[in-house]
C-alpha cells in the first residue's frame, strides 16, 4: 500500500524565499493525514498538487504560530470549496486551540470541526495504521507523532505448498486469505504455508524538541526518522535554551534508535543559501540522512 511524504514547509520559527513554516503530508493508500500547519500550509498544497480530498485529520505538535497558524488559511479554503466532511485537529492544549476557532466562527461553518486533546502514549486508530502520541522536549506543552503500520501477513511459502502437493490457483489464494484447505483427504492451515506476521512501516516525527529518551524509544527501528535539526553544533548552547536540536544530536539519536534513515527539518534561516554544514555534520554520525527540502517527496518502500 502507497505510503508517502511530502514536506510542505521545512524552516525553522523565520521561513525563508524557499521554504515555509513547518508541514508534513502523509499518504497511507487513500488517507491523507497532515502533521503540522505553518503559516501558507495550503499555498504549499495547492503547488505541490496534493489535494484537499482525503485530509481528514491534522496533528499539531505544539501551538507555537510556526506550526499550526495555516489551520485558519486551510479551514477558509476548504470552507469556500464547499467542503462537507468532518475535520479533525489533534493537539497538546487543545481547549486553547478549538478556543481560537470559535473566535473564528467556524462553529457556524457547513462542516464540523473536531479538536481533540492528546497526551504522552495517546493512540488515533485509522484502517491500516495508527498514530502514537509522545511526549517531547520545548519550550511549551509538545508532542511528537509516530504513524506505525498493522503488522502484514507473512510471505506465502510457495515450495512449501508445492511439497503438500497443493495445485497452484484458487487454494493458493483462499490461504492467504486465513482459510484452511483440503488436498487429498488432507486439511492444509494457513500456518503450515505462510510464514510469521511482518512488521509494518513506521514514520516518526519529533516537532520541535531536544533529543530525549522518549523519542528514541519511539523511533526504535523507525524506517523514517524527521527529527528538528535547527542548528550547527557550533550553536549548542542556543539550541539548549531554546530547546532545539543540532544536526550532530539528531544524528546521534537515529544512530541509537536503529533507524533506516534520517531527514532533518525545521532549518534555521541562518542556513537558506547551505544546508551543507548541516548535512556534514550528520553524516559523520549517521550516514543515510538528507536534509528536507519544501516539496521534497518519497514513496516509503517496505524492507522485507
Not at 46 to 59: E, T, W
Not at 77 to 94: D, G, Q, W
Request: proline residues 4%; aromatic residues 10%; glycine residues 8%.
Amino acid at each position: 500500500m502507497l505510503l508517502k511524504i511530502t514536506f510542505l514547509g521545512t524552516s525553522g520559527t523565520i521561513p525563508s524565499v524557499n521554504r515555509n513554516p513547518s508541514a508534513i503530508l502523509i499518504q497511507f493508500g487513500g488517507e491523507r493525514i497532515l502533521f503540522d500547519c505553518g503559516e501558507g500550509t495550503q499555498r504549499q498544497m495547492m503547488i505541490s498538487r496534493v489535494g484537499f480530498r482525503n485530509l481528514n485529520n491534522i496533528f499539531i505538535t505544539h501551538l507555537h504560530t510556526d506550526h499550526f497558524i495555516g489551520c485558519f488559511g486551510l479551514i477558509e479554503t476548504m470552507s469556500l470549496n464547499e467542503r462537507k466532511n468532518k475535520l479533525t485537529f489533534y493537539s497538546p492544549n487543545a481547549k486553547f486551540l478549538e478556543s481560537l476557532f470559535k473566535v473564528f466562527g467556524y462553529h457556524y461553518l457547513d462542516f464540523p470541526i473536531e479538536v481533540v486533546e492528546l497526551r504522552n502514549g495517546d493512540v488515533v486508530e485509522f484502517k491500516n495504521f495508527k498514530v502514537i502520541a509522545f511526549k517531547t522536549d520545548h519550550i511549551i506543552p509538545s508532542l511528537g507523532y509516530a504513524l506505525v503500520e498493522n503488522e502484514r501477513r507473512g510471505k506465502f511459502n510457495r515450495k512449501r505448498a508445492e511439497e503438500l502437493g497443493i495445485p497452484p490457483g484458487p487454494l493458493y489464494a483462499k490461504l492467504v486469505r486465513g482459510e484452511s484447505v483440503e488436498v487429498g483427504g488432507k486439511i492444509i492451515t494457513p500456518d503450515m504455508v505462510i510464514g510469521k506476521p511482518r512488521r509494518g512501516r513506521k514514520i516518526v516525527y519529533t516537532g520541535d524538541t531536544r533529543p530525549c529518551s522518549r523519542t528514541v524509544e519511539m523511533a526504535r527501528d523507525a524506517d523514517v526518522l524527521i527529527h528538528d535539526a535547527s542548528f550547527t553544533t557550533d550553536l549548542i548552547e542556543w539550541a539548549m535554551e531554546s530547546k532545539h536540536s543540532t544536526a550532530r544530536e539528531a544524528a546521534e539519536l537515529a544512530k541509537k534508535a536503529n533507524a533506516k534513515m534520517l531527514i532533518l527539518t525545521h532549518i534555521s534561516a541562518r542556513y537558506s543559501k547551505d544546508t551543507s554544514p548541516l548535512l556534514n555534520e550528520a553524516k559523520e554520525i549517521f550516514e543515510n540522512t538528507v536534509v528536507a527540502e519544501d516539496f521534497m517527496s518519497f514513496e516509503v518502500g517496505y524492507s522485507d
